[in-house]
C-alpha cells in the first residue's frame, strides 16, 4: 500500500469514528431517526469526505440494514438497543465502523461487552499467517463464553476503493471462512454480532438503501424520463450505496421511479436483517489494516 492511499484510508477512518462518536452523542430518547443519520452524515461531509454508505441505525432485534426515510416519523425509546452504523470514504477509500448503545437501562450490557470483547480479540489474532476461520473461531469462542450466540450469517468484509463488500469475508464462526488468510494491505471491517436468538438473520421489509445495480440492463430500459433518472442516479451515486432521502433529495417529486428502478431489475433494495426468532442483537465494528505482524485499527 503506498503513502497516500495508507493517508486516504487513515483520515477516512478518523473521520468515521468522530462521526461515529458524534452520532453516540445523539442518542437518546425522543430523538428522531431522520435527525441522526442527517447529522451524523453532515459531520462526515463537512470533514471534506465523501459518504460510503447512508448511516443505518439498528434497534434491538434488527441486526443491520435500516436507514431512516426522508419523511421518517420513528423516534428513539428509552430501552432501545440501537447499533449505529458509519462509513465516511477519502477518495473511495473507505472506513466502516459501528457501536451499540442501550437507551438509559442496563438489561443488555453483558450483550453488548460480548460483542465488545469479540471484535477485541479479533482484532488481536488477525494477520497473514492465520486462515480466517480461526478469527472466526476467536469470535465465536468470545460470544459463547458470555452465553450468548454469534450471528453466523453476517460477516466482515474487505474494503476495495468505492466497493464496500470486496474479496475477504470475515466470520462470526469457526465454520466459515476456510483457510483463506488476509494478506499484508488488505483493509477489512471486523462486526461481530451477538444475540439471545436463533444466531441467525432472515430478510425483512426494505432498508430504504439502494445500490444501482446493473448499467447493462438499463440500456434496455424503453421509457426516456426513467431511462434519464437511472443514469443519473448512477452518475451520482456510482458504485456505492445510497439513502432513499438522497435520491428525494434529487428527485423530490418523483418518490415513486425508485420503486421502478428496483422492479427492473437495474437497482437493488437492500432488505432489513431481522433475527430470525426476534432476539436481541447488539454489534461492535472497526476497519483495520492487515500488517505482517497483526493490524492497525484505524476507526
Known amino acids: 500500500m503506498d503513502d497516500m492511499i495508507y493517508e486516504n484510508y487513515k483520515r477516512a477512518g478518523k473521520i468515521a ?50 436507514s431512516p426515510r426522508h419523511d421518517d416519523p420513528l423516534t428513539f425509546k428509552k430501552g432501545d438497543v440501537v447499533k449505529l452504523d458509519v462509513g465516511a470514504h477519502v477518495e473511495g477509500y473507505i472506513a466502516d465502523t459501528a457501536i451499540t448503545v442501550e437507551l438509559e437501562t442496563h438489561l443488555y450490557d453483558t450483550m453488548i ?44 468484509h474487505g474494503l ?49 438503501i439502494y445500490l444501482c445495480k446493473d448499467s447493462i440492463k438499463a440500456k434496455f430500459i424503453r421509457d426516456n424520463k426513467t431511462k434519464t433518472m437511472f443514469d443519473k442516479i448512477n452518475k451520482h451515486f456510482g458504485t456505492l450505496p445510497f439513502a432513499q432521502r438522497w435520491f428525494y433529495g434529487l428527485f423530490p417529486k418523483d418518490d415513486i421511479a425508485i420503486k421502478k428502478l428496483s422492479f427492473l431489475g437495474v437497482m437493488k433494495h437492500y432488505p432489513q436483517l431481522v433475527e430470525a426468532k426476534g432476539g436481541m442483537v447488539t454489534q461492535k465494528e472497526h476497519t483495520v489494516i492487515v500488517r505482517e505482524d497483526g493490524c492497525e485499527v484505524i476507526t
Open 113 to 156: 461487552q460480548a460483542s465488545s470483547e469479540a471484535l477485541e480479540n479479533a482484532i488481536t489474532v488477525i494477520n497473514p499467517k492465520i486462515p480466517l476461520c480461526d478469527v472466526g473461531k476467536t469470535i465465536e469462542k468470545t460470544i459463547t463464553s458470555y452465553g450468548y450466540k454469534p450471528i453466523e450469517n453476517l460477516m466482515g
Open 160 to 208: 476495495g476503493r468505492y466497493e464496500l463488500h470486496s474479496g475477504l469475508s470475515v466470520p462470526n464462526v469457526g465454520a466459515l471462512g476456510g483457510k483463506m488468510q488476509p494478506k499484508d494491505g488488505d483493509v477489512v471491517a471486523i462486526e461481530p454480532f451477538a444475540t439471545n436468538g436463533a444466531g441467525h438473520v432472515i430478510s425483512g421489509a426494505g432498508s430504504n
Open 17 to 66: 469514528a468522530d462521526a461515529r462518536n458524534y452520532g453516540v452523542t445523539l442518542l437518546k430518547p425522543g430523538a428522531r431517526f431522520l435527525d441522526v443519520a442527517t447529522l451524523v452524515e453532515k459531520k462526515i461531509t463537512e470533514n471534506d469526505a465523501g459518504l460510503a454508505f447512508p448511516v443505518n441505525i439498528a434497534c434491538n432485534t434488527l441486526a443491520a440494514h435500516y
